[in-house]
Structure formats: C-alpha cells, structure tokens
T-cell receptor
Framework: KQEVTQIPAALSVPEGENLVLNCSFTDSAIYNLQWFRQDPGKGLTSLLLIQSSQREQTSGRLNASLDKSSGRSTLYIAASQPGDSATYLCAVETAGTALIFGKGTTLSVSS | EAGVAQSPRYKIIEKRQSVAFWCNPISGHATLYWYQQILGQGPKLLIQFQNNGVVDDSQLPKDRFSAERLKGVDSTLKIQPAKLEDSAVYLC???????????????FGPGTRLTVL
C-alpha cells in the first residue's frame, strides 16, 4: 500500500530565504508525482508535475526533483516571499489508484 | 475557462442529521472525484466517477455516504446520518479522463467545509 510522508510538518522562515520541502513514498512504481499548494479556505492548485521518467521540473522560483528509486522528492523554493505562505502537499499517482497525498508542510514566510 | 464549482462553501449540522454537497466539474471532463480532507491530513479519495459510472469507491463509508453523478456531469455527495468524525473539507476535482503528456491532471474546486456538532 502506497504511503506518502512529508517532512517537516511546519516551517517558518524569514523572507528571502531559500528552503526545501521533503516528500517520501513507499512504492517506487509511480506514474508521476505532483506538488500542490493549498491556501486556507481554498482548493488545491497544482504547482509542478514530474513524470516517472523525469528527474526534475522547474517553474519560476520553484524546482521539484524526483528520485524514484529512493522514493524521494524535494520542492525547492528560492528567495521565499510572504505570498508563499501556504500548505504544500505532495501526491503520487500509482497504477490503478487515484492520487495518494501526504499530510502536507505548512509554510510561513515572515516579512 | 470556468473552474470546478462546489456548493455550499460551509455547512454546520448536528450529528445524526443529513447533508448534501454539490459539484459541477469543468465542461468536458469525464472523470470526477470526491475527496475528504480532515484537518491536518492530506485529501483522501472517497469516490471516483468516469462519466456516470463508478471507478473506485473502496474508501467510501457506504453505510452513511452515497454519491451519484447523473448524466455524467454534476455530482452530489450525501451523508446520512452524519457523525462527529465527518467534520472535514469535502473537495471535488475533475479531469479529462485520459492521459495528456503523461498525466490526467486533476483540477480542484474550493471545497465545502462541514462541521458536525
């Protein structure tokens, strides 16, 4: 059974700092891995999707890497801003199942 | 392009009462999902529809939860009777129903926050 774990559960940083969020999964047979952002009272917004054959994806200040063999992914946020404050969720898609989510990392960026 | 619409946005009920949630997916999306997100947890799939047929309802508590998707478009999720542990955000998502560039990307609605007292 696929399990997704995210560390840390919460993170507080000052504005401008670079940071890394971690995600691990138990079954390496995945189709893809996604990073989502969730703001309070709102739905999920997809940030980056990495297919199983890819190693990383980049969008603006965000970079996500995937090491399928070790069951790990990282989301790197460069030059953090207060507007980056949100909960970040990692999810994997495995054959025959819908998305399996981690519990998320709640990020707070102070100005 | 309009996103996934859900209503109501908030609902407060007493335990043992009934409640229903509505979802209107993105036009043309064949697949519709209902997720339950308890505070501090990631979303958990309750049921997945492909058009108006059920693909996966293995985690739906069928003794109290039911869902339907009439005509393969809108969907309703019902809880009867509600329990305290049903307090959560109920998220609806939709997708095309086939892989494009390796993924069948899901688009999420804003969710319905249910509080059971």
């Amino acid at each position: 059974k696929q399990e997704v774990t995210q560390i840390p559960a919460a993170l507080s940083v000052p504005e401008g700092e670079n940071l890394v969020l971690n995600c691990s999964f138990t079954d390496s047979a995945i189709y893809n891995l996604q990073w989502f952002r969730q703001d309070p009272g709102k739905g999920l917004t997809s940030l980056l999707l990495i297919q199983s054959s890819q190693r990383e994806q980049t969008s603006g200040r965000l970079n996500a890497s995937l090491d399928k063999s070790s069951g790990r992914s990282t989301l790197y946020i460069a030059a953090s801003q207060p507007g980056d404050s949100a909960t970040y969720l990692c999810a994997v898609e495995t054959a025959g199942t819908a998305l399996i989510f981690g519990k998320g990392t709640t990020l707070s960026v102070s100005s | 392009e309009a996103g996934v619409a859900q209503s109501p946005r908030y609902k407060i009920i007493e335990k043992r009462q009934s409640v229903a949630f509505w979802c209107n997916p993105i036009s043309g999306h064949a697949t519709l999902y209902w997720y339950q997100q308890i505070l501090g947890q990631g979303p958990k799939l309750l049921i997945q529809f492909q058009n108006n047929g059920v693909v996966d309802d293995s985690q739906l508590p069928k003794d109290r939860f039911s869902a339907e998707r009439l005509k393969g478009v809108d969907s309703t999720l019902k809880i009867q009777p509600a329990k305290l542990e049903d307090s959560a955000v109920y998220l609806c998502a939709s997708s095309l129903g086939f892989r494009l560039a390796g993924a069948d990307t899901q688009y999420f609605g804003p969710g319905t926050r249910l509080t059971v007292l």
